[in-house]
């Protein structure tokens, strides 16, 4: 069963950084984009940065110019690099296919404190 384990979150204050990590059991990214979403309290879940097969990225506009979103799929594995963090980025953070999602892991919460 294919599973995804996102880590890396925790409790930063506004203008911090953090990296999160998102490990797959399987090589389950390699062909498809792969995308990093977040769910805040009582909001839907959004996509906020993905990263297509080629290597090529997108991000909501809330977050550009803060976020990169990397894959190395040696590893099975995407990263979201997270800079000028703002209260509002606090939310749990997964990570998962863009089509086609698996099953979602748990999620990794990120915290940020004024």
């Known amino acids: 069963q294919v599973q995804l384990v996102e880590s890396g979150g925790g409790l930063v204050q506004a203008g911090g950084s953090l990296r999160l990590s998102c490990a797959a059991s399987g090589s389950i990214f390699s062909i498809y984009a792969v995308g990093w979403y977040r769910q805040a309290p009582g909001k839907q879940r959004e996509l906020v940065a993905h990263v297509t097969r080629a290597g090529n990225t997108y991000y909501v506009d809330s977050v550009k110019g803060r976020f990169t979103i990397s894959r190395d799929n040696a590893k ?4 979201l690099q997270m800079s000028s963090l703002k209260l509002e980025d606090t939310a ?23």
């Open 76 to 79: 099975n594995t995407v990263y």
């Open 92 to 114: 749990v953070y997964y990570c998962n296919r863009v089509s086609v999602p698996v099953a979602w892991g748990q999620g990794t919460q990120v915290t940020v404190s004024s």
